[in-house]
């Protein structure tokens, strides 16, 4: 009989709620961030949910770039076009 037997860990924080996003560029500050890249597709853009993200890294002083094409279950050219835009 196989072992499936498995631990996954990752140190993950999680700040969810109304009003969290006030806190993003102290947190991105807590991390010593000084740019940030956000992966996204296009259904967050059309839905305004990037915008707001973008407006308080802008009000913070935040440089930022933004990758909007992320496809439903994307594959490794996906994956290659953000490390290639992350290196730029």
Known sequence: MANTYFNFKLPTEIEFGPGCLKNLADKIKVYHGTKVMI???????????????????????????VFDQVESDPGISTVEQIAFQAKE
């Open 39 to 65: 992966i996204t597709d296009k259904g967050v853009v059309m839905a305004g949910i990037l915008e707001r993200v973008t407006g308080q890294l802008t009000a913070s002083r935040i440089p930022f770039i």
